[in-house]
């Protein structure tokens, strides 16, 4: 069974640029979480997508955001890219309707703004 | 709100050395609870969990926790290091009830484990 997998694995992008990263999530799974991880801020919650629908979003600025489609796929868009948002940013997926939130992350993408 | 604290961001034991990595949580339910690790340039991959029924649980390579609830603890050991155990390791929380705005882990700061030959 594949996992979960992430697009690029390497991105260097210019301040005041945006990206879009891309997850495809374990087949069968149909919640798609992502995280930045950071040196100075380790692994923070940036938003959980189900059912094509945001259901939950962490402390970040609107400069993030997401969506999800119809096969649970799901991208993530920063615009007007910051230094500061050189980071590695994971995507995890799970069932979200086993009663426990057990996730599977991919390998990440490492972006780098310069 | 949940939040997990790790103690020691970094840990050196020598080969064939208890390893013990420290973890507490704070949790106003109910709490799940997560180790994973990380190797250098990948992803997390989870090592074990605890969701509810034993309080002590065992995962892949040899880890094992144990969830102490009077004493908001999670830590993980393992009895003997090997080389191949160098990497970071997280703790991480979730609330019991998965739905709404609870369905998210909240991790600790992690922590580095050196293994010495």
């Known amino acids: 069974k594949a996992g979960v997998t992430q697009t690029p694995r390497y991105l260097i992008k210019t301040r005041g640029q945006q990206v879009t990263l891309s997850c495809s999530p374990i087949s069968g799974h149909r919640s798609v979480s992502w995280y930045q991880q950071t040196p100075g801020q380790g692994l923070q919650f940036l938003f959980e997508y189900f059912s094509e629908t945001q259901r939950n979003k962490g402390n970040f600025p609107g400069r993030f955001s997401g969506r999800q489609f119809s096969n649970s796929r799901s991208e993530m868009n920063v615009s007007t890219l910051e230094l500061g948002d050189s980071a590695l940013y994971l995507c995890a997926s799970s069932w979200r309707d086993r009663g426990y939130n057990e996730q599977f992350f991919g390998p990440g993408t490492r972006l780098t703004v310069l | 709100a949940q939040s997990v604290t790790q103690l020691g961001s970094h840990v050196s034991v020598s080969e064939g050395a208890l390893v013990l990595l420290r973890c507490n949580y704070s949790?106003?339910?109910?709490?799940?609870l997560f180790w994973y690790v990380q190797y250098p340039n990948q992803g997390l991959q989870l090592l074990l969990k605890y969701t509810t029924g034993a309080t002590l649980v065992k995962g892949i390579n040899g880890f094992e926790a144990e969830f102490k609830k009077s004493e908001t603890s999670f830590h993980l050991t393992k009895p003997s290091a090997h080389m191949s155990d160098a990497a970071e390791y997280f703790c991480?929380?979730?609330?019991?009830?998965?739905?709404?705005?609870?369905?998210?882990?909240?991790f600790g700061k992690g922590t580095l484990l050196t293994v010495n030959p």
């Open positions: 949790s106003s339910v109910p709490p799940y």
């Open positions: 991480a929380v979730s609330a019991s009830n998965s739905g709404g705005s609870n369905y998210k882990l909240t």
